[in-house]
């Protein structure tokens, strides 16, 4: 996945992937976060999303499911930079409250110090 | 632009990817008619999420045939029709909003936020979901 890019900052991943995040690319991006998570300690996944100009439910629900799995192991997610089309997706089905989105960059470094 | 109602139809065979760009097919020609770029991205999602639905259940997860049936009635309202032969939606349709935890089945849901209508029916052989969009008018091209 070229479109996928991996920054760890101590134990925090980031990941920010560019393009559409539809059934097509959820399972890719669920085995490239799965071989991260598996490879040293990670405390905090972080996903960017300004640069995704379409998401669909298979979208939404890979977000669930990794958010499902670090609140579960009492660990940290969360949004950075919603493009106007996940927050459009994100709204259609009253999850903008659910996710914990950092709005900027200072938030950002603030959750990877 | 032709004021009359016209009819188009678009096939594929439901892979993921084959889906998806059907999906961007039917937009790309409703592009022709609507300007507003807020409409035809709600009309991709409701395609997109019907589309996807067919990839994932219609033939046990394996492709098979994935029409869809557009009618434009410029000015005033386009109709979806998704189309597949599968194994039907029997009691599995749910078009509320499941909860916040839910990592699927949020598809009809999504649909029937974006259309005015949106009907799941079985009519003969075919699986259907209807979908009825009222645009108004100064949303679409002159």
Redesign the interface.
């Known amino acids: 996945m070229e479109n996928l890019t991996i920054r760890r900052e101590g134990g925090a991943l980031l990941l920010k992937y560019t393009g559409?995040i539809?059934?097509?690319m959820t399972t890719d991006l669920k085995r490239r976060l799965d071989a991260e998570l598996g490879e040293g300690d990670v405390s905090t996944v972080i996903i960017d999303l300004s640069a995704v100009p379409?998401m669909?439910?298979?979208g939404?629900?890979f977000l669930?499911?990794v958010n499902?799995r670090m609140k579960s192991a009492g660990k940290s997610f969360y949004l950075y930079q919603l493009s106007p089309?996940v927050e459009?997706?994100l709204g259609?089905?009253?999850?903008i409250g659910?996710f914990t989105v950092l709005p900027d960059e200072t938030a950002l470094t603030g959750v990877c110090g | 632009m032709e004021r009359a109602v016209t009819r188009k139809t678009f096939q594929t065979i439901s892979h993921p990817g084959d889906s998806r760009r059907l999906a961007k097919e039917v937009v790309d020609h409703l592009a022709v008619y609507i300007a507003d770029s807020d409409i035809l991205h709600d009309l991709d999602i409701i395609l997109t999420e019907a589309c996807a639905n067919v990839c994932r259940h219609a033939y046990g997860g394996e492709p098979g045939p994935l029409e869809v049936r557009l009618v434009v009635n410029p000015g005033i309202w386009i109709e979806l029709e998704i189309v597949d032969w599968g194994r039907g939606f029997g009691s599995g349709v749910r078009f509320e909003n499941p909860g916040p935890d839910a990592e699927g089945g949020r598809g009809l849901y999504i649909m029937r936020m974006l259309a005015n209508d949106c009907q799941v029916k079985r009519r003969d052989r075919e699986n259907v979901v209807f979908i009825h969009k009222d645009i108004g008018a100064a949303l679409w091209k002159t």
């Open positions: 559409e539809t059934l097509e379409f669909d439910s298979s939404i629900g669930v499911s499902t089309a459009k997706t259609l089905v009253q999850l659910f």
